[in-house]
């Protein structure tokens, strides 16, 4: 089967309804985070504590970069492996699928993102912490409220976890992937100190891990 013809298929198996209890746990999952106040606690403390959040925002970068640089190396290391060529194959595949998935969800849901915003005097009912007003419950619902850019679920966290999951699927005795994994926690809970919720990290890590295990299964078979 070729690389178009297995993406079909991943993508199909992503939403397939075998697959919707994972969706459900992400979206029950992050109403239960907004609703309990943990997205805004979580946002507030770490926020204030800058020497980790200096640290843990810089997960932003690399989760850009490192997509990019890992299936790029098991291609150039493993040019005359063919074992490495379809496990950069499969790499790209997830990160694509995981973008995609992300991006899905983005275009309906439109979740504002973290940002200061001062407490308006006639916001009743808003909940109000060191004087900055908290967002961490709203949401443009709707067909492209609020782009594919920012919003729920973490596009960053949800591709480190398909990327972590698809090696991991592929190279089960292999023990050095395990450490992509804590690449990709430290990827989503990174953007969850600074441009996304941490609910947005939760859905993302369920999503991106969805999508690891069912193309890693579908390459294993090649």
């Not at 397939?16 to 209890?21: E, Q, S, T």
């Amino acid at each position: 089967m070729n690389f178009l013809r297995r993406f079909a298929k991943n993508l199909q198996a992503i939403f397939a309804p075998r697959n919707l209890i994972w969706h459900l746990i992400a979206i029950v999952g992050t109403y239960a985070l907004v609703v309990s106040g943990f997205d805004w606690k979580y946002y507030q403390f770490f926020e204030q504590h800058h020497l980790i959040f200096s640290f843990m925002s810089l997960a932003t970068v690399f989760g850009f970069f490192v997509p990019f640089l890992v299936p790029l190396v098991l291609l150039l290391f493993g040019r005359n492996n063919r074992t490495s060529k379809i496990a950069a194959l499969a790499v790209i595949q997830a990160e694509l699928l995981g973008t995609l998935a992300s991006g899905f969800y983005k275009v309906f849901t439109g979740r504002v993102h973290p940002q200061l915003v001062e407490p308006n005097f006639f916001d009743v009912g808003t909940i109000v912490t060191n004087g900055i007003r908290d967002i961490s419950h709203e949401f443009r619902f709707g067909f492209l409220r609020g782009g594919v850019i920012w919003g729920w679920p973490s596009t960053h966290t949800t591709v480190a976890f398909a990327m972590a999951l698809v090696l991991m699927t592929l190279f089960t005795k292999n023990k050095t992937t395990r450490w992509i994994l804590v690449y990709a926690f430290y990827i989503g809970l990174g953007v969850a100190m600074s441009i996304h919720w941490f609910s947005d990290f939760f859905a993302g890590a369920i999503l991106g891990s969805l999508i690891g295990i069912i193309v890693g299964r579908s390459f294993r078979e090649v």
